[in-house]
């Protein structure tokens, strides 16, 4: 029986959206596109501790961001409300209660005390930790007076023998020997559910047909398996996604790249570069086609597609293909995107660049076949912003000015050489054939000026043509800057 395709993100308002989070958001959501179906967004909200009210705006504001909608959700309501976890509580006991009765979920009253003992007796004896069935055999009179005289019981799952199997369409066929699922833990003694048992009921309740989520899930399907088949209900179909490694071939971390999605779109890497990245997490279009649009993803996207070994988050990769998009842009586009980032880093004002927008775009120009994110225009063109004493030399700028000897020699008399040359004002071409016939004269090597001159006026070892560069900086900066760096170089 085909069912209606019903897919969802359900993310924990405990953090920042993770870039894996994102990813498996997309590739549900580009899923219910293609074939027609609804995605829905759920908020697992049921750990009050850290799940905040920040967490779950910002997750939201992040997939708007990357232009993933929801047919059903906790803003935008639909026939399943409500869409927070927390609201849907009073369920939550309804199927729990009904477990209880049927005998399919017992009280257990081992105190944390006792599980503790039991879990470092395990460890001693090297066996794998697992609740040992204490009271798995309680009569149930005997429990319900334990329960009514107050002692405090948490909810386990009854598991039986046999053997447990799912397909999944990442990983095929998975099966699982009972042994190995624990009668594990569905309502806490605070009355608090556990993940395992609250996504399943919601996903019964939402009819949720397909189930794609990271790996690291997987060691729970077995036990939310189990309790559909307690419910009589129909697993979804499931996709265990391929985690996402550094380039470490270790789980994703700081060390080798940010984890948020925040984190990219604070450095200024371009919307439709970071949902081509996660695309390619787990995913290929062809083997070669590696730029491509959503569009394209939504077209082609199958997630028996999906490729099981761990994806590698290769950062340099991700900033080549961002690089690629940038490129792609007009200037006037690249330009407004670029400027948040220069107010952001408080080099200048939006209403100070508009005043000399061609100026700027001209700035925006020169610099797009180096730059990879917005963010890196910012740190490019600091300098042409920063206060003339301030200019920061980057260490490989200054490295390379001081390699030569008559470098403030050289600098002083270009100075003063330079002074009348641009009173009227810098006309880039002159100034450039002028200063190469100086060079020449003098029998020097370019770099003995360049370098140095670079240095003085931008700071950077490297960068846009110098002679646009004292055009946008114009003749009392470059003048005052070459003062300045006599000084400084000295
Ligand atoms: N709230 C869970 C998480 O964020 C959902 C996992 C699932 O998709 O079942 O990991």
Redesign the pocket.
Known sequence: MTRPLRL?????PTGKLHIG?AR?ALFNWAYARRYGGRFVLRI?DTDPERSTKEHERAILEGLAWLGLDWDEGPDVGGPHAPYHQMQRIGRHKEYAADLLARGIAYRCFCTRERLEELARAQEAAREKSAYDGRCRDLAAEEAARRATAGESFTLRFRVQPGTTRFADRVRGDMSFDNKEVEDWVMVRSDGNPT?NFV?VCD?VDMQISH?F??E??LV?TPK?VLLYQAFGQEPPVFGHLPLMLGTDKKKLSKRTGDTALQDYRDRGFPRRAILNFLCLQGWALDGQTEIFGVEEFVQHFDIADVGKAGSIFDIEKFLWLSGEYIRREAPEELAENCLPFLVARGLTSEAGLRARWSWFLEVVGAERERIRTYGELADRAAYLFAPDAAVAYHDDALAAARKHAQRLETLRDYLEWLRPRVAGGVDSAAVRDATKAWVADRGLKMPALFQPLRCALTGLAGGPDLFDAMRWLGAPVVLRRLEIALERLA
């Open positions: 969802r993100f359900a993310p924990s989070g498996t697992e993940y996504v996903d189930v989520r990271g690291e899930h729970n939310q």
